[in-house]
């Protein structure tokens, strides 16, 4: 059976697909942010690969696939913002300096963070690229000279992350303008949280879908500002 899996070509793609699917629909059984499909499938996938003791690098061979579809998926998030151009151009400085701070705060608490607990370069490089998404982030990491597998799954977490307690913090913190929602969603946790902002609405999706690419687009720079100062 292991075998049979291990040289399937389908099988490590049609495996997260179904797993995503369970987490879809646990989702709309439960209706609880914690139910997240992608976390579900991550979880569910995990358990499968070691249940089956199959490594990582047999089910990325034929899962990889999917991967090619996520740089155009992404660039497909430019079509709520589209739609809503007239209202960024209303709110542009706000917009600007609203995604400038979260990358900023975003770099810096990495800094801070690594200082505190003694990181050495390498560690501090992978982790700062963790609010964006993941065809970016995986780029700045190699060229920083980061770890990219450790990166993507801090990547994919924060994402998870924000996209769970979205919701809550806006609450929490009594944020009700779409706009701030937008934007704060897609400049801490990049196309996951996006996802959770389309869901609030369109002009939270759309702003958060205008920050990922900004926000890319300045941790970028940043990332190598921030990345000599350890």
């Not at 292991?2 to 995503?20: I, P, R």
């Not at 964006?132 to 700045?140: C, L, N, V």
Request: glycine share 8%; with cysteine.
């Amino acid at each position: 059976m292991k075998e049979f899996l291990v040289d399937s070509l389908f099988f490590g793609a049609v495996l997260s697909l179904a797993a995503y699917e369970a987490g879809l629909l646990l989702k709309r059984r439960f209706k609880l942010a914690v139910f997240n499909p992608l976390l579900i499938a991550t979880v569910a996938v995990m358990a499968v690969l070691t249940l089956l003791k199959i490594e990582y690098r047999h089910y990325n061979e034929s899962a990889k696939y999917i991967s090619y579809l996520l740089t155009p998926a992404t660039v497909c998030l430019a079509v709520p913002l589209y739609q809503q151009m007239e209202l960024l151009k209303k709110n542009l400085k706000a917009v600007v300096g609203g995604i400038t701070a979260g990358v900023l705060s975003s770099l810096l608490s990495i800094f801070l963070l690594a200082r505190l607990f003694s990181l050495n370069h390498e560690q501090y490089v992978t982790l700062l690229p963790k609010s964006i998404t993941t065809a970016i982030g995986m780029g700045i990491s190699e060229e920083l000279g980061g770890i990219q597998t450790i990166t993507v799954a801090v990547i994919i977490i924060t994402g998870i992350f924000g996209n769970v307690t979205a919701e809550i913090i806006c609450k929490i913190f009594r944020i009700h303008n779409p706009v701030a929602k937008g934007l704060a969603i897609g400049t801490a946790s990049h196309a996951i949280g996006t996802a959770k902002a389309m869901e609030m609405g369109e002009i939270e999706g759309a702003m958060s879908s205008l920050a990922i690419a900004v926000a890319g687009l300045l941790t970028v720079m940043g990332a190598s500002i921030f990345a000599m100062l350890m």
